[in-house]
């Protein structure tokens, strides 16, 4: 990196390093790790210098790219909080499962039929289990919307299933 996009970089940091952490908030709901997620996001931007000051709006750049840190944060965390039970409470049918639930030709059967937003969204509501209200906020609609636009998701995939059923 150069001095100036050195330069630049810390400039843009110091400009926009609250607002930011206030988009992190946004999908944690927790200050306490806002700061990590922007300061990974900036790394991000220090490692792709060139793509991000290529980027027509940086600022947006910044935020999808902390949104993305975000997202990773919560399903590690996910999967995490999945993998450590107590021993004490597991009984026969909440031993975790050995294989994948999800078959990899099953997800990308999906991703053909489904467009890549509806696909995503889906995705984060039922494997990643983000909680409706942030994944509302996270895509800019109320938590309603969200909730009627992964039912129709849902259902246009069961209409699939059903009428191709023999292809699946």
């Not at 975000?70 to 039970?85: A, G, K, Y």
């Not at 078959?103 to 995503?120: G, N, Y």
């Not at 039922?126 to 996270?138: C, G, H, Q, S």
Request: include cysteine.
């Amino acid at each position: 990196m150069t001095e100036e996009q050195m330069a630049y970089v810390e400039q843009f940091f110091k400009e926009h390093f609250w607002e930011l952490q206030v988009h992190a908030y946004r999908f944690l709901g927790e200050w306490k790790r806002t700061e990590d997620m922007v300061m990974e996001a900036f790394s991000i931007a220090c490692e792709k210098i060139d793509v991000f000051l290529e980027s027509e709006n940086r600022l947006g750049w910044m935020k999808l790219a902390v949104q993305n840190v975000c997202w990773n944060f919560l399903r590690r965390q996910n999967r995490e909080n999945r993998l450590v039970t107590d021993w004490e409470d597991l009984t026969e049918d909440r031993i975790p499962a050995t294989e994948d639930p999800l078959p990899s030709e099953f997800i990308e059967r999906c991703k053909a039929v489904l467009r890549e937003t509806d696909f995503r969204l889906l995705y984060e509501a039922v494997i990643l289990e983000i909680p409706m209200d942030k994944l509302a906020e996270a895509h800019g609609m109320s938590e309603a919307a969200c909730r009627k636009r992964v039912e129709r998701i849902r259902k246009k995939l069961k209409k699939i299933f059903e009428e191709n059923k023999n292809d699946w």
